[in-house]
């Protein structure tokens, strides 16, 4: 059959997700990954993709256990990204902090975190057996991501007896930023690793020019602040496949022993497959030469369309930005506004606009680095409509305070995951579920952050919020047809 024929062919079968993925790359991505629908890409990489996928061979080597031209890749990338040494995870970050994680710990450790981590950390906690010391938290967080702030975590630091380290994330969804510096020095007096979930952040290496930003100032890497280990989603912010994921290790980590690159090693091939994606690979080699050679001016670029955007914005929609946050992220408060979440989808879609997360009161938009001007104004047109919604929809403002208050309640200040994971559990309906230990996760989707862990008792409060959610169309991961999980009574 020749090439014509086999087009031919697959266009008069039935292949469902092939046509639905066609038809999204016609419409304007806010979301990632961020190559595009592989635009980002040149049109001789694009290409290329495929025919690079293969097995270890002797000329290729392996992923696993780099050496030779891998090897090679991986010191490349590291000087890029300022690290000791740098691994390509070709399965995402949700595998690169479990590496991470089985890497600095061991079962039973226990290890401070903020609750509002991402789900695939709650689940190697669970995993590996590791002991989730929660940050204790008692400012509202910005955003219902639930991010902890700089004193937060020292006080925790410093109340917390026998901890083994710390995983913190940080940017977070919104491109909110922790500032590191001080928790590293803190932490590694006392001789315990920080390991950051910085899935968001790949593209702060990019070295930004002062002049481009004005004043906005772009945000330091996790590794320029002293991080031991640190987890990237590169197909996120980078022109990369998805999941290209990146882990790093910084020479300080090895030097004072805090993380051993031997256990390190151990771990790639327990939690990556054997068979590890060279296109994957390929697209992380490819990101961090765009990182290193042309990102610069793509950034400048990319801010100057996203102020060109902003001066189009009707006055009841407004940017969530402060100096420190990530210059690439677009959050777009709605709340002056009286279009409610299930309108503004609709809206959206009316315009071909696909954003990233729409909440109780912003959108989160994640625009690649060569996101085109005609993107822009289609997200601004959409804006304007959203803006002239009549009067109808509920104040959504109390569902967002709930949400970020959820955070507020730590009833208990650790929780040992895997019993609780694992346990005998049941399925009930959720709102028969007061006083009932979650079995599951309970995070709406996206962020996938957890507003209750295995374990944690289910109250008045987390039903109404979820109730409430629900109303406004959320994904709830951990309520299933409005049945939750809950530990098995004795
Ligand atoms: C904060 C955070 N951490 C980790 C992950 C997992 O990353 P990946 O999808 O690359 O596995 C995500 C995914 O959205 C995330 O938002």
Known sequence: MNQTDKEARLNERDLP???????????????MPANRAGQSFSAAFRTLLTELDTTELATTGDINQPDGVVLEALRVAARAFGA?????????TTNSLRIALATAFREGDRVLLAKGSHLSIANSCALLGLEA????????????????????????????????????????????????????KVAHAKNIPVLIDAAHGAHFAIKVEAPVLAEKSWPRTALAQGADLVAQSAHKTLPALTPASLLHLSQGAIDSGRISPTRLAKMLPVFQTSSPSFPIAASLDYARDFLEHDAPSYVARLLESIADFEAQLPQEIHRDYVDGD??????????????????????????QVDVELIDARRMVCIPALDTPRSSFNALAEACREIAQVEAGGQSQTAADLAQRKAFLRQEGSSFKIRENFFAESEEIEFQDALGRRSAAMIAPYPPGVPLLWPGEEITEADISLWQELLSLAYDIRGLKSGKVEVLAEE
Do not use: W
């Not at 046509?19 to 806010?30: D, M, N, V, Y």
């Not at 000791?84 to 995402?92: D, H, L």
């Not at 777009?332 to 989808?345: E, G, P, V």
């Open 84 to 92: 000791a040494r740098t691994y390509f995870i070709t399965s995402g």
């Open 133 to 184: 010391v929660f940050i204790r938290q008692d400012e509202l967080p910005r955003f219902p991501d639930g991010q902890v702030s700089e004193a937060e975590v020292l006080r925790s630091l410093e109340e917390e007896e026998d901890l083994a380290g710390v995983l913190l994330t940080t940017p977070g969804y919104y491109g909110e930023n922790l500032t590191l510096e001080k928790i590293c």
């Open 326 to 351: 990530d210059p690439c992220r677009l959050v777009l408060d709605y709340s002056d506004t009286a279009c409610s979440r299930q309108k503004l989808m609709e809206i959206l879609d009316f315009h």
């Open 17 to 31: 997700l092939v046509s639905a993925l066609k038809k999204g790359r016609q419409r304007h991505s806010f979301h």
